[in-house]
Structures are given as C-alpha cells and as structure tokens.
T-cell receptor
Framework: AQKITQTQPGMFVQEKEAVTLDCTYD???????LFWYKQPSSGEMIFLIY??????QNATEGRYSLNFQKARKSANLVISASQLGDSAMYFC??????????FGTGTRLQVFP | DTGVSQDPRHKITKRGQNVTFRCDPI?????LYWYRQTLGQGPEFLTY????????KSRLLSDRFSAERPKGSFSTLEIQRTEQGDSAMYLC???????????????FGQGTRLTVV
C-alpha cells in the first residue's frame, strides 16, 4: 500500500536557524513524485518543492531543499534560515501514475525569535 | 488569474440538510481534484476530473456525495443528508498537463470549512 509517514507532530526552531522535517514513504511503484506543501492557518495548501523518483539530484527551491534518499525511502524537507512566517503545518505527499496526492499527517513548525 | 477559488469559505448546516460547494480552478487547468481534511490529519483524496470526465472516486465518497464538472471548468461538490462526521475542510485543487502525466504541480484553493451541527 502507498503511504506517507511524518513522525514529528511538532517542531520548534529559532529564527535564522535551519530545520529538517522528516518524511518517509512506502510504495512498490518505481515511478512516483514526492511533494511538500505548507498550510498556514488560512487553510490554503501552498506548494513548496517536488522530487521525482528518477531525479538524480536533490530538489532545491530557494530556502527549501529536499533530502531524497531513495534506498531509505525518505524525502526530508530542509528549511534554511527560518523566518517567523515559516510557522505553519507542513505536509509531505506522494503521487503515482494519476495525479491524486497521498498526504502524511503533517508536522506543525513553530519558529520563535 | 487569481488562483483556485472556493465558495463558500465557511458553511454551518444542520444535520440532514444538503450542502453544495463550488470550486473555480485556474483558467485552462484541465484537472480538478477534491480532497477532505479533518482536524489533525492530512488531506484525503475524494475525486478527480479530467476536463468534464470524472475519472476516479475514492471509497470515502459515499452515495451521499456527488461531484460534477459540467463544462470542464468549475466544479460542484454536493453532500446530501449531512452527518456530523461530514464536518471537515473540503479542499479543491487544479493542475494542467497531458493525460497520464504523473508529476504535475497541483494548486489548492483555501477550502470550504463545513460544520454540521
């Protein structure tokens, strides 16, 4: 069965520090995509970063990078230089040959001054 | 283009009543998705349209739920005879891409929060 696991219900980080949010996945399909979304209190899901299963390099988007370890089936999100506005829920998700996304339970990140 | 738009943002209804939500996707996006998110959980897939064709429905979508996308543009999600367990955030998303393209970024709306009392 396809599954996303996020084991950190909550994380705290000081402003300007880096933080890693963990994500592991389970699938038997060799072709898949991995995504991270941010959900602020307003409710909208904001796309952050994408990694394809065949991509050789780790994805990066500004302060976001995805630490993709295929053998371990992990896709951790690294946020560098945290900002107060980064405080939100973060969801890891996966899709296969259809576009429907399978989400994890999320990690609540709180950035403090 | 202002992104994916959902209406209403909040809905309170009495148990047993019918409710309908609307989603306007990003212009020219041919794919549209509905998800449901309960408190403390990630979104769960409900159904998916490619243009006006409903291609996939989750087992979560009971007979009381129906979704349409009549002209391949906006979509509606109707819940009949609402139950307290239907209380959740209903999220709509849209994406573009040829059929069978697996890696397409989905853009989400702000959701409709349903409370059944």
């Amino acid at each position: 069965a396809q599954k996303i696991t996020q084991t950190q219900p909550g994380m705290f980080v000081q402003e300007k520090e880096a933080v890693t949010l963990d994500c592991t996945y389970d699938t038997s399909d060799p072709s898949y995509g991995l995504f991270w979304y941010k959900q602020p209190s307003s409710g909208e899901m904001i796309f952050l970063i994408y990694q394809g299963s065949y991509d050789q390099q780790n994805a990066t988007e500004g302060r976001y990078s995805l630490n993709f370890q295929k053998a371990r089936k992990s896709a951790n999100l690294v946020i560098s230089a945290s900002q107060l506005g980064d405080s939100a829920m973060y969801f890891c998700a996966m899709n296969h040959n259809t576009d429907k996304l399978i989400f994890g339970t999320g990690t609540r990140l709180q950035v403090f001054p | 283009d202002t992104g994916v738009s959902q209406d209403p943002r909040h809905k309170i209804t009495k148990r047993g009543q019918n409710v309908t939500f609307r989603c306007d996707p990003i212009s020219e996006h041919n794919r549209l998705y509905w998800y449901r998110q309960t408190l403390g959980q990630g979104p769960e897939f409900l159904t998916y349209f490619q243009n006006e064709a409903q291609l996939e429905k989750s087992r979560l979508l009971s007979d009381r739920f129906s979704a349409e996308r009549p002209k391949g543009s906006f979509s509606t999600l109707e819940i009949q005879r609402t139950e307290q367990g239907d209380s959740a955030m209903y999220l709509c998303a849209s994406s573009s891409g040829p059929q069978r393209a697996p890696y397409t970024e989905a853009f989400f709306g702000q959701g409709t929060r349903l409370t059944v009392v």
